[in-house]
């Protein structure tokens, strides 16, 4: 059974600094993974998807990478920001139509 | 460009009773889901429709009914709600190409 790790549950950093959130599967036979961003009481942000085939997409201070033989995925943000602010959660697709979620990264900017 | 709407924002409703949460895209996407989205569960999947006339069940379907008579509606009916079912519930849409899911801003259900 395929299930999503993202350590650590929670992360606080100080305005400016780079940083990684980490995502795990148990099962490399996935067709992609998608990283959402959360702010509370609100709906779910896609921000990356990186098909299977695929080590690595980028959008803006974004970068997410996919190693599947390792069942490993991160996203790196660049010189964070308090907007950067929520939650971040990994999914990944096992077939066309279910994603398997993790719990999330909670994420706190200090300015 | 609305993308997909979900009614109501919120909503208290008595045991017992019965519900339709309504979610439409205005993607055209074929396929669309519902989540209950719980503290500590993280979202879980309700039901799916990969494309209008075909539904399909997820990991939590029970007590849950969904239709999909066209592309762009997928209402979610809770036939006789129990406190259970509390949840945040989020519609979401994919389409064929590369199936990235997008989500509605979700419905916040307290059944009592």
């Known amino acids: 059974k395929q299930e999503v790790t993202q350590i650590p549950a929670a992360l606080s950093v100080p305005e400016g600094e780079n940083l990684v959130l980490n995502c795990s599967f148990t099962?490399?036979?996935?067709?992609?993974l998608q990283w959402f961003r959360q702010d509370p009481g609100k709906g779910l942000t896609s921000l990356l998807l990186?098909?299977?085939s695929q080590r690595e997409q980028t959008s803006g201070r974004l970068n997410a990478s996919l190693d599947k033989s390792s069942g490993r995925s991160t996203l790196y943000i660049a010189a964070s920001q308090p907007g950067d602010s929520a939650t971040y959660l990994c999914?990944?697709?096992?077939?066309?139509?279910?994603?398997?979620w993790g719990a999330g990264t909670k994420l706190i900017i200090k300015p | 460009t609305a993308g997909i709407t979900q009614a109501p924002t919120s909503q208290i409703l008595a045991a017992g009773r019965s519900m339709t949460l309504r979610c439409t895209q205005d993607?055209?996407?074929?396929?669309m889901y519902w989540y209950r989205q719980d503290l500590g569960l993280g979202l879980r999947l309700i039901h799916y429709?990969?494309?209008?006339?075909?539904?399909g069940k997820g990991e939590v379907p029970d007590g849950y009914s969904v239709s999909r008579a066209n592309t762009d509606d997928f209402p979610l009916t809770l036939a006789s709600a129990v406190p259970s079912q509390t949840s945040v519930y989020f519609c979401?849409?994919?389409?064929?190409?590369?199936?990235?899911?997008?989500f509605g801003p979700g419905t916040r259900l307290t059944v009592l």
């Open positions: 099962d490399s036979a996935i067709y992609n």
């Open positions: 429709s990969n494309t209008a006339g075909t539904t």
């Open positions: 993607m055209r996407h074929n396929a």
């Open positions: 990186i098909q299977s």
């Open positions: 999914a990944v697709n096992l077939s066309n139509y279910q994603l398997i």
């Open positions: 979401a849409s994919s389409d064929s190409r590369g199936f990235e899911q997008f």
